[in-house]
């Protein structure tokens, strides 16, 4: 038998007209036999351990969500490692005082880079952005509801993606190190 991981599960599409009951999520996913789930904010955030690698965790947690909950969206999963991993890297060290104005996109694969550089064209105003692996940080110093670029990032790299603030960043990883 493989050795349990520590994984950070993150949902695509939670919020507003979009509702993953948490206490429900962690119904769902005890029951099939997962441990140590854990959940943060109504926003679509799960942490357990499981012995199934990445790509089969994903597609695990997207069944059972479709099957019982009726959430058909992606499901994004990292490793602890890998979450500590995307944290260390954060090009942004300086906007860490304001958590709300950096996030780190989570990404399904790593984009081409022609799709890349499209994006970085489209970068004006203060928003600033850096892809590192299947990662994205962007430093949103006016807020992110202000931003007009933000909303071209997905369309521009065409690569499934979902956005964490550094606030929540730092709390799946506290969530995920805590399990016993």
């Not at 990445?54 to 947690?61: D, F, Q, S």
């Not at 991993?85 to 996030?103: R, S, Y």
């Amino acid at each position: 038998m493989s050795e349990a991981t520590r994984y950070i599960v993150v949902f695509r599409g939670v919020g507003g007209k979009t509702q993953l009951p948490v206490a429900r999520l962690r119904a769902v996913l005890e029951a099939d036999g997962f441990h140590g789930v854990k959940t943060y904010i109504n926003s679509g955030n799960a942490v357990l351990t499981s012995t199934l690698d990445e790509a089969a965790l994903a597609r695990r947690v997207a069944e059972l969500v479709r099957a019982k909950m009726g959430f058909d969206k992606s499901v994004l999963v990292r490793s602890l490692a890998e979450w500590d991993a995307m944290i260390a890297q954060n090009p942004f060290p300086e906007a860490v005082d304001e958590p709300t104005k950096l996030h780190v996109f989570t990404l399904e694969q790593e984009p081409e880079a022609e799709r890349v550089e499209a994006l970085r064209e489209k970068a004006t105003g203060t928003d600033r952005f850096a892809v590192r692996g299947r990662a994205l940080y962007l430093h949103t110093p006016d807020g992110m509801g202000n931003s007009r670029f933000a909303p071209k990032i997905e369309t521009t790299l065409k690569v499934p993606m979902t956005a964490r603030n550094w606030r929540t960043m730092l709390a799946l990883r506290d969530l995920a190190a805590a399990i016993a």
